[in-house]
């Protein structure tokens, strides 16, 4: 089947929130190497960057000013403060990406997901990750050498305040295991896909149907 | 995993509808096969049983008495009188298999799908499966042996009438592979299945969740 034959559709934006250790990076990570048309929305920050970030991958590390030029001047979908440093979703890239039938992956938290909710509801699907007990969740934060056992105990206590949240979010996915919480979350994007068929293409799609049926029957 | 470790949920009622000849039947039988918690909903008919046909499997065959009976002791969750003929959905073993955990599939046209969203919105999930073209569709009415002419001439008719129906429903399929329509119906019954978590379980594993995180923190 040739694209040109597809129906068009608007992209959906995807929303992955989840306590740190949960998952959510390579579930983000597994998604975008396979699905070429899903796009990761890079957040601008105005926190320091870290050794192994990359800016305009990871984020756009911009100053404080920047920022708030930003976000007075309606360019940000959402933003948040989070300890500190101020986080937000620039609107232009993400709206020229659904515009152009492609998807758009968010990795924020659940501030930033209600945001969206509540300024793009129809584009927008949300997915909650959560870790399938503490134990493991910590577990997982120790086997990352980055975190010393202060910043540990910290993301525990932010995971419990995060993971209150989860009521919010339209779908629950349970990481017990990774292929199988892979397979479920690309099954949603699938499912959604199929939802948000761009409407008048498949009106026009049913009246050439319908006049074709006329002649034959 | 063991299937304990698993969040319960209530089933999901499953509506294709399409007009015949569009693939739902292939469909179907593709999905009661590979899924084995999926049922298909029997429905009850005063038409006569055709020779191919097996009384329980593809209808439960009753009398005009019988099926009125039923009618109006609310035994139906809908019905309807096609040429001539009485049809309808027997309710008890839905809400059996529902209350299981298992999902039910129902192969009934758009006057049935609009009576079950009516009275079940919260259990259905409806799909319309559109054929790739009227010729197609013509094609594919005309390699089965068992239709006349005028059958077909009356089914691309009956078609039409069916067709309009498509925005009543939650998902469009497409069919112009049948390989690929079954992918696509699998994942919207697997990302629907991740929405209807039941929520006093996952609000108990929560729970558990943040008081085994209180105590590592």
Chains 1, 2 share one sequence.
Do not use: C
């Not at 929305?41 to 930003?70: K, L």
């Not at 620039?90 to 509540?118: H, M, N, S, T, Y």
């Amino acid at each position: 089947m040739s694209g040109s034959e597809e129906i068009g559709r608007r992209g959906i934006m995807l929303v992955l929130s989840s306590p740190s250790g949960a998952g959510k990076t390579t579930l983000t990570r597994s998604l975008l190497e396979h699905d070429e048309n899903v796009v990761l929305s890079v957040s601008v920050t105005t926190r320091d960057r870290r050794g192994s970030e990359i800016d305009g991958v990871h984020y756009h590390f911009v100053t404080q000013r920047r920022f708030e030029a930003m976000r007075n001047g309606g360019e940000l979908l959402e933003w948040a403060e989070v300890h500190g440093h101020l986080y937000g979703t620039p609107r232009e890239p993400v709206e020229r990406a659904l515009a152009a039938g492609r998807d758009v992956l968010f990795d924020i938290d659940w501030q930033g997901a209600r945001q969206l909710v509540k300024t793009m509801r129809e584009d927008v699907v949300t997915v909650f990750v959560l870790p399938p007990s503490a134990a493991e969740l910590r577990a997982r934060l120790e086997r990352r050498a980055e975190d010393s056992g202060a910043t540990i105990v910290r993301r525990l206590r932010n995971a419990a305040e995060e993971i209150a949240h989860w009521r919010e979010y339209d779908y629950i996915l349970i990481n017990r295991d990774l292929d199988e919480s892979f397979a479920r979350l690309r099954a949603i994007l699938g499912a959604e896909r199929l939802k948000r068929v761009n409407v008048p293409d498949v009106e026009r799609f049913v009246e050439h149907l319908l006049a074709d049926l006329k002649k034959l029957a």
